[in-house]
């Protein structure tokens, strides 16, 4: 069970909005990045992020570049889940490489600072603080299968090859 | 049951019944990473253990997003890509040689391939009928070392293309017109293919304009049928051996189907700050533009040096807008120079840029100031993309930004033409 604060956004939060292109620069240097997570959607996302927490955004998360370090300086800041009503495609497969969950279900039921609960196996998300439960779409079973392995690069180092 | 292209290639390359929805492990043909993308892919690579490439011969590292690089971090980085090239032996394509996606498809992509790339513009092969995709350095990184990758096999959105385009109108504005349609997430997670009595009289530069953008629309893949012009693209590039016929079934299965009458089309602009935030360019005239920027694996290529070069002959920019121009690739460069272009550009008060993803990504040349309004070719309109938050950027045709240029507002290139 995962628990922690929703930090919401709207949609379309592009890649640009989480890693911008401008700091290409820092890309070498993942723990500075990571202190720019968001900046361009929320300026004090990452001061604000506490560990658990979790980004919640609307539809088409994650649009744009095919730069794995969006949802690696998510996950470098604590954040256990995004949720969102829709992803974009790269971010998707990105951030299940990674081992980071991306969960899709009906966002509009949760805002800035509510509580939740997610249940990864149970395949629903708990809103504490108003007191809603929303499932969510269950993850294709090769994508399980690398989450379960804790991402693409320890799948890989396990098995050697795709075994699906 | 009859198959998109789509399905086509990754049965081919999977060596099983590929259909939409079902999941393939398939080889890869090329797997290449950017400066930008490149260094977290390669220490992922070597994270894993494997100690050789799949097939460094179809390994690429490009050096094109910092090219030359503006700063001492991304030159750390091109120091270790170089570095990475010379231990495994793969191939290096190095400052100045140009654009990832446009030497994609001037030097190595064939009809049939599949193509992974750590850049999510790598759809731009799709105009070569390749299953050609952008993936996370993790995805490359596995590519790199095992030679395969594993699919979605997507389902088929067709755009049947029909008429022809009038003067002033060019497959940019087709793509930002099925954008602006569909949705910035209209195809997600599907592939687009293009086809209908039209798409013979596109060229490859106007295939790889609009391919280049089916990311844009969300989508996996943009592909076009491999046919006559491609046969004579390949052909001119000395490579027709690699040629084979590649056209979809009669009876293929398509999720949806979309008809684009391209006599009915005009100039389009893509407003701040989503790319399917569309208007007419007619519509747009009060809006006085800072920059404009010509370039980019979008709109980088000799066709549109040319069309921007027939525009600007003679001409001087607007002296409140800064004119960029890029060409995608050391050759086109090259071309542009022996055909007289890169005077004219010259002339006309344009600055010229280095073959590559220049200020594109916001990272160095050209970046925007508080307020700025920028014209742009490029394929990405979002918020911060130019290096600045508050600023805007309008994506267009060569033909609209070139036109743009001269008046200094956004303009109809019919106006001028």
Redesign the interface.
């Given at each position: 069970m995962l628990t922690g604060k929703a930090h919401k956004f709207g949609d379309?939060i592009?890649t640009?909005?989480i890693a911008?292109?401008?700091l290409?620069?820092?890309?070498?240097?993942l723990p500075e990045l990571a202190k720019h997570c968001l900046e361009?959607a929320d300026p004090n996302f990452s001061v604000n992020v506490q560990t658990g927490d979790f980004v919640v955004g609307g539809?088409?998360f994650g649009?744009?570049?095919?730069?794995?370090?969006a949802?690696?300086i998510i996950k470098m800041n604590g954040v256990s889940a995004v949720l969102a009503k829709?992803f974009?495609?790269?971010f998707y497969?990105?951030a299940v490489?990674?081992g980071l969950p991306v969960l899709i279900c009906n966002t509009d039921q949760i805002n800035n600072g509510d509580v939740l609960e997610v249940d990864l196996a149970g395949g629903y998300v708990d809103n504490k603080t108003t007191g809603t439960r929303m499932t969510f779409v269950p993850l294709?079973s090769?994508m399980l299968a690398l989450l379960n392995e804790g991402?693409?690069?320890p799948y890989?180092?396990k098995y050697g090859?795709?075994k699906? | 049951m009859g198959k998109t292209l789509a399905e086509k290639i990754l049965s081919q390359a999977s060596g099983s019944d590929a259909m939409a929805g079902s999941i393939v492990v398939s080889k890869v043909d090329l797997a290449f990473v950017q400066d930008t993308t490149g260094p977290l892919a390669l220490r992922e690579f070597e994270k894993l253990d494997f100690g050789k490439l799949a097939c460094p011969e179809r390994t690429v590292l490009f050096i094109d997003h910092a090219a030359p690089s503006p700063s001492r971090a991304l030159s750390v980085d091109h120091v270790f890509i170089r570095s990475f090239a010379k231990k495994y032996g793969c191939v290096l394509s190095d400052v100045g040689d140009g654009v990832c996606h446009q030497i994609v498809a001037e030097r190595f992509a064939c009809p049939g391939w599949v193509i992974v790339g750590a850049d999510s513009h790598t759809v731009t092969a799709g105009a070569l009928c390749c299953f050609s995709t952008g993936m996370g350095s993790s995805d490359i990184a596995a590519a790199f070392a095992l030679g395969k990758t594993w699919f979605r096999v997507p389902e088929t959105v067709y755009v049947e293309l029909s008429g022809c385009l009038q003067k002033g109108v060019s497959a940019k504005d087709i793509i930002l017109h099925l954008i602006g349609h569909i949705g910035a997430d209209g195809a997600t997670y599907q592939a687009l293919e293009f086809g209908g009595e039209a798409v013979r009289r596109l060229s490859m530069a106007d295939r790889l304009n609009i391919s280049n953008m089916a990311i844009e629309a969300g989508a996996k893949v943009g592909l076009f049928p491999s046919d006559a012009v491609t046969h004579e693209y390949l052909k001119s590039r000395g490579r027709e051996e690699c040629w084979q016929e590649i056209r979809a079934d009669d009876n293929a299965v398509y999720q949806k189907k979309i008809n684009i009458d391209l006599n009915k089309l005009q100039p389009i602009v893509s407003r701040p700050h989503t790319v399917d935030n569309i208007a007419l360019a007619k519509d747009l005239k009060d809006i006085k533009i800072d920059q404009v920027f010509i370039g980019t694996c979008t709109n980088g290529r000799i066709e549109d040096m040319s069309v921007a070069a027939t525009i600007l002959n003679g001409k001087r920019r607007h002296p409140d807008t800064r004119l960029l121009i890029c060409p995608a690739s050391r050759e086109i460069f090259t071309e542009a120079i022996e055909k007289g272009y890169m005077k004219t550009f010259i002339e006309a008060g344009a600055l010229i840029l280095p073959p590559g993803c220049a200020g594109c990504l916001g990272l160095h040349q050209g970046a925007l100031g508080d307020g700025e309004k920028c014209l742009s070719t490029a394929n990405r309109n979002f918020q911060g993309r130019m290096g600045n938050v508050e600023s805007d950027i309008y994506l267009a045709s060569v033909e609209t930004a070139a036109a743009s240029a001269i008046t200094g507002y956004i303009t109809d290139p019919r106006e001028v033409l």
């Open positions: 379309d592009t640009d909005h911008p292109g401008r290409a620069h820092l890309r070498s240097n361009d539809k088409n649009l744009g570049s095919s730069r794995e370090h949802p690696l829709s974009a495609r790269i497969r990105n490489n990674l294709p090769v991402g693409l690069n890989i180092k090859d795709f699906f | -």
